[in-house]
C-alpha cells in the first residue's frame, strides 16, 4: 500500500501529448503568421522606395533634356511651330511652352522663316497676348518672316496669336474668327429655392462673392462684369487690327463673335490665302525642308506625369471660378 495519500496527482499535473502538440501548433502558427507580415511590410517598404527613386530619376532626367525638337540646325530650313489645343497655361499651347519654341526657332541661324502651325478653338487672352507679344518682338531683333498656317481651326485666342504673323494661310473649310470674349458660369440659385437649400457664403467685401453660382448676382455686379468683357473684347479688336492693317474688309459682324470657313476668311481680310504647310515652307519661304521645334512632352515626362496622377489620386479639387476666355 502507498503512502502518497492521492497517488494520482503526478499524473493530472502533466499536460497531455495532444495538450502540448496543440499549443505548439498555435504558437508556431501565430509566429510564422508575423513573420510574414513583417517580410510583406518590408517588401512594400522596399518597393514603394524604389518607386521613389524611379520617379526622382525621371524627373531629374525630365528637368536635364527638356527643350525643342531641332536647335541650331545650319542648313536652310523652314521652322515649325505647332500651337495645337486649348490654349492654357498649363498646355503645350500656354505662352511658356511657345514662347520657348519661338526663340529657339528665332535664334537658329539656319531657319528662314517661323511658320505657326495652328489647329486650336483658343483660350485664354492672356497666354495669347504673351505669345503675340514675344512673336512681334523676336521678328524685330532678328528680322525674319513668320506665317500662319491653319488647319482645322483658328478661333478666338488661336486667332489673337495668328495676326502676329506676317501673313495666314489657311484650307478652304478651316474655321476662323471669332473675335469675342466670354465668360460662363451657372446659376443655381431658382433650384436652390424650390429644393428649400439656405446658401451661406460669408465674405469681406460686398463683391467679393458675386461670381458665386450659388448667390443672386445683382445688376451692378453684372454691369461690372460685362464692362471687364468689353475691355477686353477691345483690346483684343485692337491687336487684330494692327496685325492686319488695311488687309481687313471691315463689317458688322466681324468682330461680333462670329467665325467663317477659310474661303470667307480670306474674303474678309482676316486670312490672306489658301495653303497647306508644304505649300509656304516650298513656294513662300523657298525653303522645303521642314523642322519641328515645338516643345513636346517626351517618354520620361509622361511616366513622370502618370506617377504623379497616381500618388496624388484622391486628393480632394478645389472649386474654381470660371475666368474670361477668348473663344
Partial sequence: MSDDPNPNASSNSAPSPSHTAWERAVLESLALGYLKERRLARHWRNGLRLAWLVFFVVMSWVVLHRGGSSTNTSSPHTAVIEIKGEIDSDGLAGSSAVV??????????????????????????????????????????????????????????????????????????????SIGVLMDG?????????????RRLMTAGENKGFLDPFSAQTKTQRAHAQAMLDQIHQQFIAVVRQGRGERLK?????FSGLFWNGQRAVELGLADGLGSLDYVARDIVKAEDLVDYTQHDNVAERLAKRFGASVGEGMGRVMRVSLPAVR
Avoid: W
Wanted: with cysteine; proline share 4%.
Fill in 186 to 198: 451657372f446659376g443655381f440659385t431658382g433650384l436652390m429655392d424650390k429644393l428649400g437649400i439656405e
Fill in 100 to 177: 520657348t519654341s519661338l526663340r529657339s526657332a528665332f535664334e537658329d541661324e539656319g531657319a528662314q522663316a517661323v511658320v505657326l502651325l495652328i489647329n486650336s478653338p483658343g483660350g485664354s487672352p492672356v497666354q495669347a497676348g504673351i505669345i503675340n507679344d514675344e512673336i512681334l518682338r523676336l521678328k524685330k531683333k532678328h528680322g525674319k518672316p513668320v506665317y500662319a498656317v491653319v488647319e482645322e481651326s483658328c478661333a478666338s485666342a488661336a486667332y489673337y496669336i495668328a495676326v502676329a504673323a506676317d501673313q495666314i494661310y489657311v484650307d478652304k473649310a478651316s474655321i476662323v474668327g
Fill in 250 to 254: 471691315e463689317t458688322p459682324e466681324l
